[in-house]
């Protein structure tokens, strides 16, 4: 006997079929047949199992955690030694930057030196090669010559 079917054997688990014969006054015979589903708790029984899996996670997790707060002071440490750290690795890439920049200006530097050899030696190839081109220019003009005995030392007069 159940609240549903006072019929129903509620060790039976399995669906019921309920089969009624209705006569009319016509004498006219009628079959209904009925299925009567048991309803079932499962869902709630899933439920309450899962919200006490979740409500023992939240408990483990509070009491899990470490025994006490951090005391102030190895706060104040490890928040000095983090911007120490923090201040090494700052420095460590100016520095880098720097020795990046001073690589550079080295590098224009001597392609400004190499540039101003290029250019004088181009000057001077070209004054050679004007030189070269060009006639000789012969000055002529009459000279006394020396009275005799007399030496005249130039620049470009043989040496003996």
């Known amino acids: 006997m159940?609240?549903?079917?006072?019929?129903?054997?509620?060790?039976?688990?399995?669906?019921?079929?309920?089969?009624?014969?209705?006569?009319?006054?016509?004498?006219?015979?009628?079959?209904?047949?009925?299925?009567?589903?048991?309803?079932?708790?499962?869902g709630w029984w899933i439920a309450g199992i899962l919200g006490g899996v979740v409500l023992i996670a939240?408990?483990?997790?509070?009491?899990?955690?470490?025994?006490?707060?951090?005391?102030?002071?190895?706060?104040?440490?490890?928040?000095?030694?983090?911007?120490?750290?923090?201040?090494?690795?700052?420095?460590?890439?100016?520095?880098?930057?720097?020795a990046g920049a001073q690589a550079s200006v080295d590098i224009a530097r001597a392609d400004a030196a190499r540039s101003q050899a290029d250019a004088v030696r181009a000057a001077?190839?070209?004054?050679?090669?004007?030189?070269r081109a060009s006639t000789p220019v012969i000055i002529e003009r009459e000279v006394q010559a020396p009275p005799q005995g007399q030496a005249i030392v130039t620049p470009t007069a043989p040496q003996n």
């Open 2 to 42: 159940t609240q549903y079917d006072p019929n129903l054997d509620p060790a039976d688990r399995r669906e019921t079929i309920v089969t009624e014969t209705i006569v009319t006054p016509a004498h006219v015979t009628e079959t209904v047949e009925t299925v009567v589903v048991r309803d079932s708790n499962t």
């Open 58 to 98: 939240v408990l483990w997790i509070l009491f899990a955690r470490g025994a006490g707060p951090q005391n102030d002071e190895a706060l104040l440490e490890a928040q000095l030694d983090a911007a120490a750290a923090q201040a090494q690795a700052d420095s460590a890439l100016i520095q880098g930057q720097v």
């Open 124 to 131: 001077s190839d070209a004054r050679a090669a004007e030189a």
